[in-house]
């Protein structure tokens, strides 16, 4: 718990900062701008919002489904709303698997089966998302619409390279018995012989548990062809849902004049793979100065800083909001040490059997 406390005031303090300078040299201008928004647009951008989740949760939902036949969407749709909340708090979106797997479990889903859950719907997401990074990039290449700026061209590419090599080792790991054998061994002898790795055979252990769970899981998706097909199509039908949201609060505050489908699909999909993996809770300050620097290339003035304040409203502190309100209804504290616990228990069970093994 202590430590959720420090990522929510970590994520105040950048929260205040970014307003702070978001404002300081035009805040009558900024304000002017944003109490003339037209509300009809901004209840439409909330309800696009509502067309993402609801995509995303039908991925999920689906492969709930395969383990837990009586699962109902409402409760895949309260997973997901929690999800918001958890990763939203914490560094690289890493709190909400461990919360979706302790309220499967308390609905009958053994802690195993959960992550094996959580696996599959993160490898289609991974997929979805290079998808779609892969047809913007094609975009900026044929219209140019980021390539002469340098600083954006590194943030996109350094993106685009590490969501690429994780989905790569996805499926290495997945669907590949030898890349786990000797790829995974030969790394930790590797950084073992430098003196990064200590207890060399527990971590051999631990991460050959961790690559035969993924296999495992690559092989139950490929026995599930049309679960993950409609999976991967739902994930891609999320993120072109969510990478279109910003041209309906572009409508609302009046800056859209700049704007079309293919370069705000373009500038959306750059600031997400750029921002996945922004080390602090909710990629706080990462994502602004993505988004501000993508969309600067058609918005400016007094807009783009409303521009920004409205787009990560509700796609991050709206839904964080939501989720907690929705966690604290139906849990409380105690919930959070035990997803805790759970996932301790889970990170441990490899270094046990490296035990009894010596034994």
């Avoid at 909330?46 to 383990?67: A, E, H, P």
């Avoid at 993505?290 to 290339?297: E, H, L, V």
């Avoid at 616990?341 to 441990?348: E, F, P, Y």
Wanted: proline fraction near 3%.
């Amino acid at each position: 718990m202590k430590k959720k406390w420090i990522n929510v005031l970590i994520i105040l303090v950048i929260t205040v900062v970014f307003l702070w300078w978001s404002l300081k040299d035009n805040f009558s201008e900024v304000m002017n701008t944003l109490l003339s928004s037209n509300i009809g647009w901004i209840i439409v951008s909330l309800l696009v919002f509502c067309v993402y989740m609801l995509f995303d949760t039908l991925s999920t939902y689906g492969i709930i489904k395969i383990y837990k036949k009586d699962v109902t969407f409402k409760f895949a749709l309260y997973l997901g709303i929690i999800n918001k909340f958890f990763c939203g708090i914490t560094p690289l979106s890493s709190g909400g698997q461990p919360m979706q797997i302790y309220e499967l479990r308390k609905k009958g889903v053994p802690v195993s089966t959960g992550a094996n859950i959580e696996v599959q719907a993160y490898m289609m997401f991974q997929i979805a998302l290079m998808i779609t990074a892969i047809i913007s990039v094609i975009f900026d290449q044929i219209f140019h619409f980021f390539q002469f700026i340098p600083w954006l061209q590194s943030m996109m590419v350094a993106g685009f390279v590490i969501n690429l090599a994780i989905l790569l080792v996805l499926l290495f790991v997945s669907f590949s018995k030898n890349f786990n054998r000797v790829v995974a061994r030969g790394i930790i002898n590797a950084l073992a012989k430098v003196g990064l790795v200590h207890d060399k055979e527990a971590r051999i252990q631990r991460w050959e548990a961790a690559c035969k769970n993924y296999y495992e899981n690559g092989r139950e998706l490929l026995r599930n062809k049309k679960v993950f097909a409609k999976g991967v199509f739902y994930q891609c039908m999320a993120l072109l849902t969510y990478y279109m949201l910003p041209i309906f609060i572009a409508f609302a505050i009046g800056c859209a004049d700049n704007l079309d489908v293919i370069n705000v699909f373009t500038a959306s999909s750059f600031v997400y793979v750029m921002g996945c993996y922004v080390p602090i809770p909710g990629a706080s300050g990462g994502m602004e100065a993505g988004f501000m620097g993508f969309f600067g290339n058609f918005v400016d003035g007094p807009a783009l800083n409303v521009f920004v304040l409205v787009w990560r409203g509700i796609t991050y502190y709206l839904p964080m909001i939501a989720g907690a309100i929705a966690f604290n209804i139906y849990n409380g504290r105690g919930a959070i040490a035990e997803a805790e616990k759970l996932a301790a228990t889970a990170d441990d069970k490899p270094k046990a059997k490296a035990k009894t093994k010596k034994k």
